[in-house]
Protein backbone atom coordinates (compact mmCIF):
# COMPACT_ATOMS: atom_id res chain seq x y z
CA UNK A 1 0.00 0.00 0.00
CA UNK A 2 1.00 3.29 -0.16
CA UNK A 3 -0.14 7.13 -0.77
CA UNK A 4 0.08 7.83 -4.34
CA UNK A 5 -1.00 11.81 -4.57
CA UNK A 6 -2.08 14.68 -1.83
CA UNK A 7 -3.44 18.17 -2.97
CA UNK A 8 -4.33 20.96 -0.84
CA UNK A 9 -5.91 23.66 -1.81
CA UNK A 10 -5.69 26.49 1.03
CA UNK A 11 -8.57 28.59 -0.15
CA UNK A 12 -11.14 26.12 -0.66
CA UNK A 13 -9.84 24.31 2.53
CA UNK A 14 -9.50 20.80 0.80
CA UNK A 15 -7.80 17.95 1.25
CA UNK A 16 -7.54 15.03 -2.05
CA UNK A 17 -5.87 12.28 -1.01
CA UNK A 18 -5.04 9.09 -3.29
CA UNK A 19 -4.03 5.89 -1.81
CA UNK A 20 -3.53 2.66 -3.13
CA UNK A 21 -4.03 -0.61 -1.78
CA UNK A 22 -3.10 -4.79 -2.56
CA UNK A 23 -6.48 -5.95 -2.42
CA UNK A 24 -9.52 -6.02 -4.07
CA UNK A 25 -12.09 -3.18 -3.91
CA UNK A 26 -14.35 -5.35 -1.75
CA UNK A 27 -12.03 -6.13 0.63
CA UNK A 28 -11.29 -2.23 0.97
CA UNK A 29 -14.90 -1.33 1.34
CA UNK A 30 -14.81 -3.59 4.55
CA UNK A 31 -12.67 -1.67 6.35
CA UNK A 32 -15.49 1.25 6.26
CA UNK A 33 -17.78 -0.93 6.56
CA UNK A 34 -17.18 -3.10 9.18
CA UNK A 35 -17.37 -1.32 12.56
CA UNK A 36 -14.81 -3.39 14.01
CA UNK A 37 -11.87 -2.95 11.04
CA UNK A 38 -13.07 0.81 11.01
CA UNK A 39 -11.86 1.22 14.80
CA UNK A 40 -8.73 -0.08 13.64
CA UNK A 41 -7.91 2.54 11.60
CA UNK A 42 -9.89 5.87 11.74
CA UNK A 43 -8.08 7.16 15.24
CA UNK A 44 -4.41 6.76 16.29
CA UNK A 45 -3.41 4.40 18.35
CA UNK A 46 -3.07 7.20 21.54
CA UNK A 47 -6.90 8.39 20.37
CA UNK A 48 -8.49 4.69 19.30
CA UNK A 49 -12.36 5.35 17.89
CA UNK A 50 -14.97 3.10 19.20
CA UNK A 51 -18.56 3.13 16.60
CA UNK A 52 -20.91 2.34 18.94
CA UNK A 53 -23.59 2.92 15.84
CA UNK A 54 -22.78 2.27 12.15
CA UNK A 55 -25.38 2.47 9.42
CA UNK A 56 -23.70 2.10 6.37
CA UNK A 57 -26.72 2.65 4.05
CA UNK A 58 -27.91 5.53 2.73
CA UNK A 59 -28.84 8.24 4.89
CA UNK A 60 -27.77 5.96 7.84
CA UNK A 61 -26.59 7.30 11.57
CA UNK A 62 -23.08 6.60 12.92
CA UNK A 63 -21.84 7.53 16.39
CA UNK A 64 -18.22 7.38 17.61
CA UNK A 65 -16.13 8.51 20.62
CA UNK A 66 -12.18 8.50 20.75
CA UNK A 67 -10.28 8.24 23.85
CA UNK A 68 -7.32 9.91 24.76
CA UNK A 69 -4.65 8.58 26.64
CA UNK A 70 -6.19 10.69 29.81
CA UNK A 71 -9.48 9.19 29.55
CA UNK A 72 -11.13 11.86 28.17
CA UNK A 73 -13.38 11.13 25.05
CA UNK A 74 -13.98 13.00 21.69
CA UNK A 75 -17.28 12.47 20.69
CA UNK A 76 -18.34 12.57 16.48
CA UNK A 77 -21.14 11.25 14.37
CA UNK A 78 -21.41 10.59 10.81
CA UNK A 79 -24.32 11.05 8.43
CA UNK A 80 -23.78 8.50 5.47
CA UNK A 81 -25.09 10.86 2.71
CA UNK A 82 -24.63 8.23 -0.59
CA UNK A 83 -23.78 4.18 -0.78
CA UNK A 84 -22.64 2.80 -4.21
CA UNK A 85 -20.90 -0.26 -3.15
CA UNK A 86 -18.38 -1.32 -3.94
CA UNK A 87 -17.25 1.85 -6.00
CA UNK A 88 -17.87 4.89 -3.58
CA UNK A 89 -19.67 6.59 -0.72
CA UNK A 90 -20.28 9.91 0.52
CA UNK A 91 -20.58 10.97 4.76
CA UNK A 92 -20.48 14.09 6.67
CA UNK A 93 -18.43 14.32 9.70
CA UNK A 94 -18.92 16.11 13.04
CA UNK A 95 -19.26 16.48 16.60
CA UNK A 96 -21.07 15.50 19.36
CA UNK A 97 -21.71 16.41 22.64
CA UNK A 98 -21.27 14.56 25.80
CA UNK A 99 -24.96 12.58 25.07
CA UNK A 100 -23.24 11.81 21.92
CA UNK A 101 -25.29 13.36 19.71
CA UNK A 102 -24.45 16.02 16.93
CA UNK A 103 -23.95 19.01 18.57
CA UNK A 104 -23.33 21.63 15.87
CA UNK A 105 -19.94 22.85 16.94
CA UNK A 106 -17.67 23.90 14.21
CA UNK A 107 -19.64 22.49 11.53
CA UNK A 108 -19.10 19.04 9.26
CA UNK A 109 -16.57 18.12 7.33
CA UNK A 110 -17.91 16.58 3.97
CA UNK A 111 -15.90 13.30 2.92
CA UNK A 112 -15.87 11.97 -0.66
CA UNK A 113 -14.60 8.42 -0.88
CA UNK A 114 -14.23 6.84 -4.53
CA UNK A 115 -12.46 3.41 -4.83
CA UNK A 116 -11.19 2.05 -8.58
CA UNK A 117 -9.84 -1.70 -8.66
CA UNK A 118 -7.21 -2.28 -11.68
CA UNK A 119 -5.11 -5.54 -11.77
CA UNK A 120 -5.98 -6.63 -8.81
CA UNK A 121 -4.93 -3.60 -6.43
CA UNK A 122 -7.42 -0.90 -5.30
CA UNK A 123 -6.78 3.44 -5.37
CA UNK A 124 -8.87 4.61 -2.87
CA UNK A 125 -9.78 8.74 -3.73
CA UNK A 126 -10.78 10.99 -1.21
CA UNK A 127 -11.95 14.62 -0.91
CA UNK A 128 -12.24 16.28 2.37
CA UNK A 129 -14.14 19.66 2.55
CA UNK A 130 -14.12 21.24 5.64
CA UNK A 131 -16.49 24.53 6.46
CA UNK A 132 -13.84 26.61 8.62
CA UNK A 133 -9.85 26.45 9.86
CA UNK A 134 -11.13 26.11 13.02
CA UNK A 135 -13.30 22.73 12.54
CA UNK A 136 -9.61 21.43 10.68
CA UNK A 137 -7.68 22.59 13.71
CA UNK A 138 -9.90 20.56 16.20
CA UNK A 139 -9.35 17.45 13.48
CA UNK A 140 -6.14 17.83 13.74
CA UNK A 141 -5.80 17.86 17.59
CA UNK A 142 -7.77 14.63 18.12
CA UNK A 143 -6.13 12.77 15.37
CA UNK A 144 -2.47 13.79 15.24
CA UNK A 145 -0.69 14.41 18.62
CA UNK A 146 2.34 12.27 19.52
CA UNK A 147 0.98 9.45 17.88
CA UNK A 148 2.89 8.66 15.35
CA UNK A 149 5.79 7.06 17.19
CA UNK A 150 3.29 4.87 19.09
CA UNK A 151 1.56 3.95 15.22
CA UNK A 152 4.47 2.08 14.96
CA UNK A 153 4.32 0.01 17.69
CA UNK A 154 0.41 -0.68 17.04
CA UNK A 155 1.24 -2.01 13.45
CA UNK A 156 3.77 -3.94 15.24
CA UNK A 157 1.29 -5.47 17.06
CA UNK A 158 -1.03 -6.07 14.24
CA UNK A 159 1.02 -7.51 12.09
CA UNK A 160 2.24 -9.92 14.80
CA UNK A 161 -1.19 -11.49 14.94
CA UNK A 162 -1.63 -14.66 13.03
CA UNK A 163 -5.54 -14.33 11.90
CA UNK A 164 -7.30 -11.77 12.64
CA UNK A 165 -10.91 -12.45 11.08
CA UNK B 1 7.89 10.81 11.38
CA UNK B 2 8.42 11.10 14.85
CA UNK B 3 9.76 14.71 14.07
CA UNK B 4 7.16 15.33 11.79
CA UNK B 5 4.57 15.03 14.45
CA UNK B 6 6.74 17.21 16.19
CA UNK B 7 6.35 19.73 14.26
CA UNK B 8 2.53 19.67 13.62
CA UNK B 9 1.91 19.75 17.32
CA UNK B 10 4.18 22.66 17.40
CA UNK B 11 2.61 24.25 14.56
CA UNK B 12 -1.09 23.69 16.14
CA UNK B 13 -0.20 24.12 19.67
CA UNK B 14 1.77 27.05 19.57
CA UNK B 15 2.54 28.82 16.10
CA UNK B 16 -1.60 29.28 15.26
CA UNK B 17 -4.07 30.55 17.15
CA UNK B 18 -7.92 29.70 16.57
CA UNK B 19 -8.67 33.16 16.16
CA UNK B 20 -6.10 34.19 14.22
CA UNK B 21 -6.41 31.03 12.02
CA UNK B 22 -10.29 31.51 11.69
CA UNK B 23 -9.88 35.01 10.45
CA UNK B 24 -6.95 33.44 7.84
CA UNK B 25 -9.67 31.54 6.12
CA UNK B 26 -13.02 33.52 6.49
CA UNK B 27 -11.09 36.40 4.92
CA UNK B 28 -10.04 33.76 1.83
CA UNK B 29 -13.54 32.79 1.85
CA UNK B 30 -14.68 35.56 -1.22
CA UNK B 31 -13.15 35.25 -4.50
CA UNK B 32 -12.88 39.08 -4.16
CA UNK B 33 -10.60 38.87 -1.39
CA UNK B 34 -8.52 35.87 -2.98
CA UNK B 35 -8.16 38.38 -6.26
CA UNK B 36 -7.25 41.19 -3.77
CA UNK B 37 -4.30 38.55 -2.55
CA UNK B 38 -2.95 37.92 -6.19
CA UNK B 39 -2.89 41.46 -6.74
CA UNK B 40 -1.00 42.56 -3.58
CA UNK B 41 1.44 39.35 -3.89
CA UNK B 42 1.92 40.75 -7.50
CA UNK B 43 3.29 44.20 -6.57
CA UNK B 44 2.35 46.84 -3.71
CA UNK B 45 -0.43 48.84 -4.98
CA UNK B 46 -2.86 51.52 -3.24
CA UNK B 47 -6.48 50.81 -2.62
CA UNK B 48 -7.27 53.47 -5.34
CA UNK B 49 -5.77 51.68 -7.97
CA UNK B 50 -7.14 47.91 -6.37
CA UNK B 51 -10.81 49.10 -6.70
CA UNK B 52 -10.60 50.28 -10.30
CA UNK B 53 -10.10 46.93 -11.43
CA UNK B 54 -13.30 45.79 -9.79
CA UNK B 55 -16.65 46.36 -10.00
CA UNK B 56 -18.11 47.64 -6.84
CA UNK B 57 -17.43 50.97 -4.64
CA UNK B 58 -14.19 52.10 -3.28
CA UNK B 59 -15.86 51.68 0.21
CA UNK B 60 -16.57 48.16 -0.75
CA UNK B 61 -13.53 47.15 -1.74
CA UNK B 62 -11.71 49.12 1.38
CA UNK B 63 -14.10 46.70 3.16
CA UNK B 64 -12.17 43.55 1.47
CA UNK B 65 -9.41 44.84 2.25
CA UNK B 66 -9.63 45.54 5.62
CA UNK B 67 -10.68 41.90 6.13
CA UNK B 68 -7.38 40.58 4.82
CA UNK B 69 -5.30 42.75 7.27
CA UNK B 70 -7.04 42.03 9.99
CA UNK B 71 -6.09 38.55 9.21
CA UNK B 72 -3.07 39.74 8.35
CA UNK B 73 -2.79 38.35 4.76
CA UNK B 74 -1.94 42.10 3.63
CA UNK B 75 -0.65 44.58 5.57
CA UNK B 76 -1.57 48.47 4.31
CA UNK B 77 0.61 51.78 5.00
CA UNK B 78 0.16 55.62 4.34
CA UNK B 79 1.75 57.01 1.99
CA UNK B 80 0.77 60.77 1.65
CA UNK B 81 -2.52 60.27 0.35
CA UNK B 82 -2.43 56.52 -0.74
CA UNK B 83 -2.93 54.17 1.12
CA UNK B 84 -0.35 51.28 -0.21
CA UNK B 85 -0.89 47.55 0.22
CA UNK B 86 1.45 44.67 0.35
CA UNK B 87 0.77 40.72 0.36
CA UNK B 88 1.75 38.53 3.08
CA UNK B 89 3.08 35.29 2.08
CA UNK B 90 3.61 33.97 5.72
CA UNK B 91 0.21 33.74 6.29
CA UNK B 92 -0.92 31.87 3.19
CA UNK B 93 1.82 29.00 4.32
CA UNK B 94 0.45 28.68 7.33
CA UNK B 95 -3.03 28.06 5.85
CA UNK B 96 -1.14 25.68 3.95
CA UNK B 97 0.61 23.81 7.35
CA UNK B 98 -2.81 23.25 8.54
CA UNK B 99 -3.66 21.55 5.57
CA UNK B 100 -0.55 19.89 5.69
CA UNK B 101 -1.06 18.38 9.19
CA UNK B 102 -4.25 17.05 7.99
CA UNK B 103 -2.83 15.52 5.18
CA UNK B 104 -0.26 13.49 8.02
CA UNK B 105 -3.56 11.94 9.96
CA UNK B 106 -4.49 10.67 6.56
CA UNK B 107 -1.19 9.60 5.51
CA UNK B 108 -1.68 7.25 9.13
CA UNK B 109 -4.76 5.96 8.16
CA UNK B 110 -3.82 4.75 4.68
CA UNK B 111 -0.71 2.91 6.95
CA UNK B 112 -3.02 1.34 9.26
CA UNK B 113 -5.63 0.33 6.20
CA UNK B 114 -2.58 -1.40 4.42
CA UNK B 115 -1.72 -3.42 7.56
CA UNK B 116 -4.73 -4.73 8.24
CA UNK B 117 -5.72 -5.69 4.70
CA UNK B 118 -2.27 -7.28 4.42
CA UNK B 119 -2.57 -9.07 7.82
CA UNK B 120 -6.25 -10.12 6.94
CA UNK B 121 -6.05 -10.63 3.32
CA UNK B 122 -6.30 -14.30 3.50
CA UNK B 123 -10.69 -15.58 4.26
CA UNK B 124 -11.37 -11.92 4.58
CA UNK B 125 -15.08 -12.19 4.41
CA UNK B 126 -17.43 -10.20 5.71
Known sequence: MSVISVQTDPENLTLTLVAEFAAKKERVWQVWEDPRQLERWWGPPTWP????????????????????????KARGWWKILSVNQPD???????????????????????????????DGKTRMTSVSSFE????????????????????????????AETSVR | MCEAAVIYNQMVVHVLSELEIDR??????DATRRDIIKQAMLREQSVS????????????????????????????????????????????????RLLEAYEGI?????????????????????
Open chain 1, 132 to 159: SAEQLEEMIKMGMEEGMREAAGQIDAIL
Open chain 1, 88 to 118: GFEFQDGFAGDDGEPSGFLGTTTCVVKLEEQ
Open chain 2, 24 to 29: IFQAMA
Open chain 2, 106 to 126: WRQRVGRIGDILSDGLEGAKP
Open chain 1, 49 to 72: ATFVRHEFVEGGDCRYYMSGPDGE
Open chain 2, 49 to 96: DLAKRYDMSFAAVQKHVAVLERASLITKERRGREQIVHGNPESLRRAA
